[in-house]
Antibody, heavy 121, light 106 residues
Framework: QITLKESGPTLVKPTQTLTLTCTFS??????????VGWIRQPPGKALEWVAL???????RYSSSLKSRLTITEDTSKNQVFLIMTNMDPLDTATYYC?????????????WGQGTTVTVSS | DIQMTQSPSSLSASVGDRVTITCRAS??????LNWYQQKPGKAPKLLIY???SLESGVPSRFSGSGSGTDFTLTITGLQPEDFATYYC?????????FGRGTKLEI
């Protein structure tokens, strides 16, 4: 059974750097075509695709957030990290961690429960 | 980036109805279109992948169709648990953009 769980701070101040952790089980990121991604959703708004990483080191980012994002992984600990710099109140959202197989072409089939991040001074 | 346009943004229906939600891509995405259902306070759930393939465990009243730029999600025989927000998402090329969602209400 595949599970993912997000963790990180619930409150950050503007200009600070956010680091979120996705801890997963039931699969290996080293498996070809398997990806772990991040999706976010501001309160009352639509889903926004943020970033994706594959075990081969391939990393993909949102065009609008690319300059502020880094996605990394620790395969030995089954964890993926999302680092977002220069946080702004507009980054207030629920952040979801997702699993996808087959190089993500068939969608994100398992989601974490999400973690809510508020950006406020 | 590929833009995904969903319509309508909201839809009122009744139990037993047949409803259709459409999604249009700003360029051809072949059949690499996925549909998700999200209920309030919950994570989205994958319903349909590759435009028309039903995810395991999803009831057969959900169906998807389309290719190229135009896609539809159809729910035949609405059930009370189907009232939710539905999103389309393209997986043709990153960034894997979503539509703005369709809220299905009673």
């Amino acid at each position: 059974q595949i599970t993912l769980k997000e963790s990180g701070p619930t409150l950050v101040k503007p200009t600070q750097t956010l680091t979120l952790t996705c801890t997963f089980s039931g699969f290996s990121l080293s498996t070809s075509g398997v990806g772990v991604g991040w999706i976010r959703q501001p309160p009352g708004k639509a889903l926004e695709w943020v970033a994706l990483i594959y075990g081969n080191g391939d990393k993909r980012y949102s065009s609008s957030l690319k300059s502020r994002l880094t996605i990394t992984e620790d395969t030995s600990k089954n964890q993926v990290f999302l680092i977002m710099t220069n946080m702004d109140p507009l980054d207030t959202a629920t952040y979801y961690c997702t699993h996808s197989g087959s190089s993500s072409i068939y969608g994100m089939d398992v989601w974490g429960q999400g973690t809510t991040v508020t950006v406020s001074s | 980036d590929i833009q995904m346009t969903q319509s309508p943004s909201s839809l009122s229906a009744s139990v037993g109805d047949r409803v259709t939600i459409t999604c249009r891509a700003s360029q051809s995405i072949s059949s690499l279109l996925n549909w998700y259902q999200q209920k309030p306070g919950k994570a989205p759930k994958l319903l349909i992948y590759a435009a028309s393939s039903l995810e395991s465990g999803v009831p057969s009243r959900f169906s998807g169709s389309g290719s190229g730029t135009d896609f539809t999600l159809t729910i035949t025989g609405l059930q009370p648990e189907d009232f939710a927000t539905y999103y389309c998402q393209q997986s043709y090329t990153t960034p894997y953009t979503f539509g703005r969602g369709t809220k299905l209400e009673i």
